[in-house]
């Protein structure tokens, strides 16, 4: 699949991107050759085939959510720096 210049010239301005008439030339190149690749892709046979839906085989390993001991307000708060009554003190850090 060919690309000409205008097309190339129109994705430039969408992605607001400057080319001098040298960078057209080679982003037309470099298009023309993606496409192609991708027309190539097509040919391929994948009647049959699962869709890929992760690169890794590793599976999660999942357990069952248990209740267990947690602490107190006041327990948690014990070794906070500083503290405002029932909240940790921390520095402002937006304006």
Known sequence: ?????????KIAH?????????GTEKMKKDMTQ???WVE?????????IE????????VNVLREDI???HLSRE???????QRDSDYFRVPKVLE
């Open 67 to 69: 209740e267990g001991e």
């Open 14 to 22: 969408l992605a607001r991107l400057e080319f001098n008439e040298e």
């Open 40 to 48: 190539q892709l097509n040919e391929v046979e994948t009647e049959g």
């Open 75 to 81: 327990q948690g708060l014990q070794n906070a720096p």
């Open 51 to 58: 869709p890929l839906t992760t690169m890794s085989s590793e």
């Open 34 to 36: 993606i496409l192609d």
């Open 1 to 9: 699949m060919k690309i000409d210049s205008n097309s190339v010239k």
